[in-house]
């Protein structure tokens, strides 16, 4: 017989992504409708071992499903990854009648989750929250959708200038080990070259595509780099080589940094996070554990979290072709 499950935590850990406001909303009124407690834990995993708890219910998350951040704010707990930690979170978790968890956060957060699960047999879920898109079993992470859309509003402001000034703009984005930002906003913004960690595209290569460009009678051009690209060391190295390679180019660098991370999530981002609230509670209901839920061909699947966490997501073959014919 499964245990019964009377009150839910739910938590965000690691960088904070729009959506993750909409994520709690979800689980803490989905807990309300199933007529199972909800308890907010503050600063994730650090939160859970200083037992920073709060009771949540459908009120509690009014007017917070269009906001950006966390209001469970986020942190990253060093202690959390000793088994003393992880002892006084669980001990925290018993005394406030807490039967299992949800935590909304990225592949370090879900390592934490399945360590916790298999030293106390605590069940919990993970919904995948991080712009980078880079965790697999789900096509879309929260805040990725969001992300897009910022970056591009960004790109497009900086070719007005690029073309204005018949400048060369190197725009380096998020994504240090996956290239899914850089790809999609590099084909929406009409970038004349995209670097991704993915696709070793080579000094050479880079100066070739540029001149053929230059050639063809473009004045100006957006090259959209991906932060972990490694072609070379830094953004700023990139713009040195080309201008001692091409001095005929005015070079500039634009680094989006974490602005790619806050704003107002968009309405996919909202639909998204509440789909998969809905699903972490409910398969928490139904006995399950130890899983992610994602968006897979557009249905709400779980993967467990070792596969999750362990999994490699691919670049869009495709995508990659596209950006070759549209850079002509």
Same mark, same amino acid.
């Given at each position: 017989?499964?245990?019964?499950?009377?009150?839910?935590?739910?938590?965000?850990?690691?960088?904070?992504?729009?959506? %993750?406001?909409?994520?709690?909303?979800?689980?803490?009124?989905? +807990?309300?409708?199933?007529?199972?407690? +909800?308890?907010?834990?503050?600063?994730?995993?650090?939160?859970?071992?200083?037992?920073?708890?709060?009771?949540?219910?459908?009120?509690?998350?009014?007017?917070?499903?269009?906001?950006?951040?966390?209001?469970?704010?986020? *942190?990253?707990?060093?202690?959390?990854?000793? *088994?003393?930690?992880?002892?006084?979170?669980?001990?925290?978790?018993?005394? *406030?009648?807490?039967?299992?968890? =949800?935590?909304?956060?990225?592949?370090?957060?879900?390592?934490?989750?399945?360590?916790?699960?298999?030293?106390?047999?605590?069940?919990?879920?993970?919904?995948?929250?991080?712009?980078?898109?880079?965790?697999?079993?789900?096509?879309?992470?929260?805040?990725?959708?969001?992300?897009?859309?910022?970056?591009?509003?960004?790109?497009?402001?900086?070719?007005?200038?690029?073309?204005?000034?018949?400048?060369?703009?190197?725009?380096?984005?998020?994504?240090?080990? *996956?290239?899914?930002?850089?790809?999609?906003?590099?084909?929406?913004?009409?970038?004349?070259?995209?670097?991704?960690?993915?696709?070793?595209?080579?000094?050479?290569?880079?100066?070739?595509?540029?001149?053929?460009?230059?050639?063809?009678?473009?004045?100006?051009?957006?090259?959209?780099?991906?932060?972990?690209?490694?072609?070379?060391?830094?953004?700023?190295?990139?713009?040195?080589?080309?201008?001692?390679? %091409?001095?005929?180019?005015?070079?500039?660098?634009?680094?989006?940094?974490?602005?790619?991370?806050?704003?107002?999530?968009? +309405?996919?981002?909202?639909?998204?996070?509440?789909?998969?609230?809905?699903?972490? =509670?409910?398969?928490?209901?139904?006995?399950?554990?130890?899983?992610?839920?994602? #968006?897979?061909?557009?249905?709400?699947? #779980?993967?467990?979290?070792?596969?999750?966490?362990?999994?490699?997501?691919?670049?869009?073959?495709?995508?990659?072709?596209?950006?070759?014919? %549209?850079?002509?």
């Amino acid at each position: 017989m499964l245990p019964k499950i009377n009150k839910i935590g739910v938590l965000t850990s690691g960088g904070d992504s729009p959506g %993750m406001n909409a994520a709690i909303r979800s689980v803490v009124r989905t +807990c309300a409708f199933h007529s199972i407690e +909800c308890i907010g834990i503050y600063r994730g995993y650090q939160g859970m071992i200083e037992g920073d708890f709060k009771e949540m219910g459908p009120r509690s998350v009014n007017n917070i499903v269009n906001k950006g951040g966390t209001i469970l704010k986020s *942190a990253r707990s060093k202690e959390f990854m000793t *088994a003393e930690g992880r002892k006084k979170a669980f001990d925290n978790l018993k005394k *406030a009648g807490v039967d299992a968890l =949800v935590v909304i956060g990225g592949d370090g957060s879900f390592t934490g989750a399945e360590v916790f699960n298999k030293e106390y047999g605590f069940p919990v879920m993970g919904i995948p929250g991080t712009i980078d898109n880079d965790i697999f079993g789900t096509s879309h992470t929260l805040g990725y959708d969001t992300a897009l859309n910022t970056v591009v509003e960004v790109i497009d402001k900086i070719r007005d200038t690029a073309i204005s000034h018949n400048r060369l703009f190197f725009v380096e984005v998020m994504g240090r080990d *996956a290239g899914h930002i850089a790809l999609n906003t590099g084909i929406g913004a009409g970038a004349e070259e995209i670097l991704i960690p993915e696709e070793d595209l080579g000094l050479e290569r880079l100066l070739e595509s540029l001149k053929k460009s230059k050639e063809s009678g473009k004045s100006s051009s957006i090259v959209v780099v991906a932060e972990g690209d490694k072609i070379g060391k830094t953004v700023f190295e990139l713009k040195d080589y080309v201008e001692e390679n %091409m001095p005929e180019y005015d070079v500039r660098v634009s680094v989006l940094g974490h602005m790619q991370r806050g704003g107002s999530p968009s +309405c996919f981002d909202r639909v998204l996070a509440s789909r998969l609230g809905v699903k972490a =509670v409910e398969s928490i209901l139904e006995g399950k554990s130890n899983f992610m839920v994602g #968006l897979l061909n557009d249905k709400v699947a #779980l993967t467990p979290l070792e596969q999750a966490i362990k999994g490699h997501t691919e670049i869009d073959k495709e995508l990659l072709r596209v950006s070759d014919i %549209m850079s002509t």
